[in-house]
């Protein structure tokens, strides 16, 4: 769930229970890096679920946590990783 201020009223929006059939990747082997809005969660997962089982493994933000530690964490995963998936929308 996130939260946004628009001017004095604050609106939450709400993300489906979606998951996927495995967890981000943590390792020192190639890995993609996942990059979606978490509001495509829904068309997006089956398809990190198909690329899985294709043996690919993937790092994908599982979260929408906020803070320097994420924005670290990101910054780590995004230069360790031998390449970017990114979804548009």
């Known amino acids: 769930m996130t939260t946004k201020n628009m001017g004095n009223i604050i609106a939450e929006e709400v ?3 979606i ?3 495995f967890d981000a990747y943590i390792g020192n082997e190639p890995f993609l890096f996942v990059s979606y809005s978490h509001r495509d969660t829904a068309a997006v997962y089956p398809i990190l679920d198909t690329l899985y089982d294709n043996k690919y493994r993937l790092w994908y933000d599982e979260s929408c946590e906020t803070g320097n530690d ?4 990101l910054k780590n995963k995004i ?3 031998s390449g970017v998936l990114l979804f548009v929308s």
């Open 15 to 17: 993300f489906p229970e």
């Open 19 to 21: 998951k996927t059939k």
């Open 70 to 73: 994420f924005r670290d964490e």
């Open 79 to 81: 230069e360790g990783c």
